[in-house]
Nanobody, 124 residues
Framework: QLRLVESGGGLVHNGGSLGLSCAAS????????IGWFRQAPGKEREGVSC????????NYADSVKGRFTISKDNAKNTVYLQMNSLKPEDTAVYYC?????????????????WGQGTQVTVSS
């Protein structure tokens, strides 16, 4: 069974930090790019960041550039999202997803495998 499992969400104060993990099982991330998405109540799912299968190429939404860092450890079959300087508007359910092609510019509908999501709440 192909699975992605997110962890690391929680409640943090404005300006705080959280680190999310996305662990894959049933397949290897060597051949998949990974994207992080988020969805706030009443809003559409939006792309946050993605990383190539090799881990060498990364992309970020303008709203998180300079604050979030995506990384990949293929040996651990895990992708990470380090989130610093968090703001209340970062509050959302965060999902990771896998796609077997370069992720630059891809929308959520292109991704094949999704995790269940983890809640991130930033208090003001």
């Amino acid at each position: 069974q192909l699975r992605l499992v997110e962890s690391g969400g929680g409640l943090v104060h404005n300006g705080g930090s959280l680190g999310l993990s996305c662990a894959a099982s049933g397949f290897t991330l060597d051949y998949y790019a990974i994207g992080w998405f988020r969805q706030a109540p009443g809003k559409e799912r939006e792309g946050v960041s993605c990383i190539s299968s090799s881990g060498l190429d990364t992309n970020y939404a303008d709203s998180v550039k300079g604050r979030f860092t995506i990384s990949k450890d293929n040996a651990k079959n895990t992708v990470y999202l380090q989130m610093n300087s968090l703001k209340p508007e970062d509050t959302a359910v965060y999902y990771c997803a896998a796609v077997g092609q370069p992720c630059d510019g891809l929308g959520p509908e292109e991704y094949n495998i999704w995790g269940q999501g983890t809640q991130v709440t930033v208090s003001s």
